[in-house]
């Protein structure tokens, strides 16, 4: 089955405590990215990865590293968590060009990432 | 930049009532690509449609529909003879054409009553 898995699933930390969340995609898509999504501002963009080795800031990039060794594996790093980074996180992967696998060009999400930071 | 408002956050209805989402956007780009997903209870991230903006023949899919106005930038979501299954965050996005990030709207959630 098609799908782009992250783990955990629900998680709550303290300022400071350096976490990662994994993601993982196994339609072999180029492109991979990360989004959080907070009430009343929708989902905002992280980072992102046209391809393996090849990363980039989204909107709201601060407080996250992000890393691309191999193609199915894109996780978020959160290298010193703060409050402000309490948010619901989804991964999403895509093929690269016009149309994806499925033809209607759509980004495939994880099921997201529920993060709290005390 | 690319913006994407969604001016209703919550509309409530009765069972069997039609309900419309209104989304409006801003972009210089001539093409582009316009998104709906459906966001439920549980939590994940439903697609539900993407539209050219160089196509803007309206879109029906059983009792979802879709308006696509580019005169006045708008990609309106109608939900028919809703039902409770309908409950949901319903979000607009936005992307570009040779881009492959959404901005996405803020989201409105949509409660059908029983």
């Known amino acids: 089955e098609a799908q782009v898995t992250q783990n955990p699933r629900y998680l709550i930390t303290v300022t400071g405590k350096k976490l990662t969340v994994t993601c993982s995609q196994n339609m072999n898509h180029e492109y991979m990215s990360w989004y959080r999504q907070d009430p009343g501002l929708g989902l905002r963009q992280i980072y992102y990865?046209?391809?393996?080795?090849?990363?980039d800031k989204g909107d709201v990039p601060e407080g996250y590293k992000v890393s691309r060794k191999e193609k199915r594996n894109f996780p978020l790093i959160l290298e010193s968590p703060s409050p402000n980074q309490t948010s619901l996180y989804f991964c999403?992967?895509?093929?690269?060009?016009?149309?994806?696998?499925?033809?209607?060009?759509?980004?495939?999400f994880g099921e997201g990432s529920r993060l709290t930071v005390l | 930049a690319q913006k994407v408002t969604q001016a209703q956050t919550e509309i409530s209805v009765v069972e069997k009532e039609d309900v419309t989402l209104d989304c409006v956007y801003e972009t210089r780009d001539t093409t582009y690509y316009l998104f709906w997903y459906k966001q439920p209870p549980s939590g994940e991230l439903v697609f539900l449609i993407r539209r050219n903006s160089f196509d803007e023949q309206n879109e029906i899919s059983g009792r979802y529909s879709w308006n696509f106005q580019k005169s006045t930038s708008s990609f309106n979501f109608t939900i028919t003879a809703s039902q409770v299954v309908d409950s949901a965050v319903y979000f607009c996005a936005l992307s570009r054409l040779n881009d492959y990030k959404l901005s996405f709207g803020a989201g409105t959630t949509v409660t059908v009553r029983a």
């Open positions: 999403a992967s895509r093929n690269r060009g016009a149309r994806s696998s499925s033809g209607s060009g759509e980004l495939f």
């Open positions: 990865s046209m391809n393996v080795e090849v990363t």
